[in-house]
C-alpha cells in the first residue's frame, strides 16, 4: 500500500493523547501533537502564492507554541515551498516532514483535536492518508474534561451536543472514506492494547512492534502531570481505572441529561446506562430545569459552531510567543 500521513482526530479527553503515544513510539512513525494546523491556519492567510501572505502566515507559525518541539527551519521552509504548489496542506505538509527528517523516520502523522471536521479536505490533498478517530463513552469523557479543567464548559448539554456532534462526522466519515478512516473505541485500547494496536497498524500498513506499548516516543510533548485527569500512572502504563469514574463526578441529573440525548448512539457502542433514581425534588429540577436550559446550551453550541465553521477559528493569543520572549529567547 501507498502510505501516506497519519491523523489522529477526537474531543478532547478522549483518549487521543494515549493513541498519540503509542503511535509516535512506532520506529516508522513521526508523531506531532495538537499542532491543529488545520484549525488555526488552514485559508486563513489568503493565497499562500502572494509572498505577503505566505510571510504573514510563516510569521505565526514561528511564533506559535505548539510548534516549538517541531524546531522549524524557517529558510529551509521557505525555500521548499517555492519549488511546488502553494498550497496550505503542502506547506503542513513540508512542516511535518521536517521534523520527521530530524527523527530519522519515512512518515508523519499529526494528534490534533477535531480533526475529523476536515477530513475531505485531508484525503483530498493526501489521497493515501489514514485518519484514527477515537471515541470514548460521553459521559466519562465529559467528566474528565470537569475533573481536568475544574469547570463545566456549558454543563451536560454542552458535553452531549459536542460527542454527538463528533460521532456525527466519525460516522460520516467512515461512510465516505471506508478504507481509509476508522473509529477507536478507546475503552477497548485501554483494556486489550495489544491486539487493538494490531489491528490499528494492519489499517495504517504498518508492522506492530511491541515497542509502541513503551510509549517512549511522546516524551518530547508529553503533558504536565501525565495523561489521566484521575492521577498519574508510570510511563508505559496503560489503566483501566478511568473507565466508569464518571459516577464519581458528575451528579445523577447530568448523568440522565447525557443519557437522554445520546441513548442510542452510546448503545452503538456498547456503553450501558445507569438506571438513574431521582428523588422528588431533582426529578422536578431535572424536568423543568436541568432539560430546558441543556437544550438551550446545545442549540446555541450548535449555532456557534456552524458560524465557526464558516469564518474559520482564530489562533488564540494565549498559543503565540510574545516578541519580548522571542527576544529573550535569542539573547
Known amino acids: 500500500m501507498n502510505k501516506g500521513p497519519i491523523f489522529i482526530a477526537g474531543l478532547e479527553r478522549s483518549g487521543t493523547s494515549l493513541l498519540y503515544a503509542l503511535l509516535a513510539s512506532h520506529p516508522n512513525i513521526a508523531m506531532t501533537r495538537r499542532t491543529n494546523l488545520w484549525t488555526y491556519f488552514y485559508n486563513q492567510y489568503g493565497d499562500l502564492g502572494e509572498p505577503k501572505n505566505f510571510e504573514r502566515c510563516l510569521r505565526d507559525l514561528l511564533r506559535y507554541k ?33 521534523y520527521a527528517r530530524r527523527l530519522g523516520r519515512p512518515r508523519w502523522g499529526d494528534k490534533s483535536l477535531n480533526t475529523e471536521r476536515y477530513a475531505e479536505q485531508i484525503f483530498e490533498a493526501y489521497p493515501h492518508a489514514r485518519i484514527l478517530h477515537i471515541q470514548r463513552d460521553p459521559r466519562d469523557r465529559y467528566a474528565s474534561a470537569v475533573k481536568r479543567w475544574k469547570v463545566s464548559r456549558g454543563g451536560a448539554g454542552v458535553g452531549s451536543a459536542v460527542w454527538l456532534s463528533s460521532l456525527e462526522h466519525a460516522r460520516r466519515n467512515q461512510a465516505r472514506y471506508p478504507g481509509q478512516y476508522m473509529i477507536v473505541r478507546y475503552e477497548t485500547l485501554a483494556s486489550e492494547p495489544e491486539r487493538t494496536l494490531q489491528t490499528i497498524c494492519d489499517f495504517i500498513g504498518e508492522e506492530y512492534t511491541p515497542l509502541m506499548l513503551s510509549m517512549k516516543g511522546a516524551e518530547q510533548f508529553a503533558d504536565e502531570g501525565g495523561n489521566s485527569s484521575y492521577g498519574q500512572y508510570e510511563p508505559g502504563r496503560i489503566s483501566t481505572r478511568s473507565i466508569g469514574r464518571y459516577r464519581e463526578v458528575l451528579s445523577p441529573r447530568q448523568i440522565a441529561f447525557m443519557q437522554m440525548t445520546s441513548a442510542v448512539e452510546m448503545a452503538d457502542f456498547g456503553y450501558d446506562l445507569d438506571r438513574i433514581k431521582l428523588s422528588l425534588l431533582d426529578g422536578l429540577l431535572f424536568t423543568f430545569l436541568d432539560i430546558p436550559v441543556n437544550y438551550v446550551r446545545m442549540a446555541i453550541w450548535r449555532v456557534r459552531e456552524s458560524f465557526l465553521n464558516r469564518i474559520g477559528r482564530a489562533l488564540p493569543s494565549y498559543r503565540i510567543i510574545k516578541e519580548t520572549e522571542q527576544a529573550g529567547a535569542g539573547a
Do not use: N, S
Request: hydrophobic letters at 40%; zero cysteines; charged letters at 30%.
Open 66 to 98: 505548539r510548534l516549538v518541539p517541531v524546531q522549524l527551519d524557517a529558510e529551509r521552509l521557505r525555500r521548499d515551498f517555492t519549488v511546488g504548489p502553494m498550497t496550505y496542506p503542502r506547506l503542513f505538509a513540508l512542516i511535518e516532514e521536517q
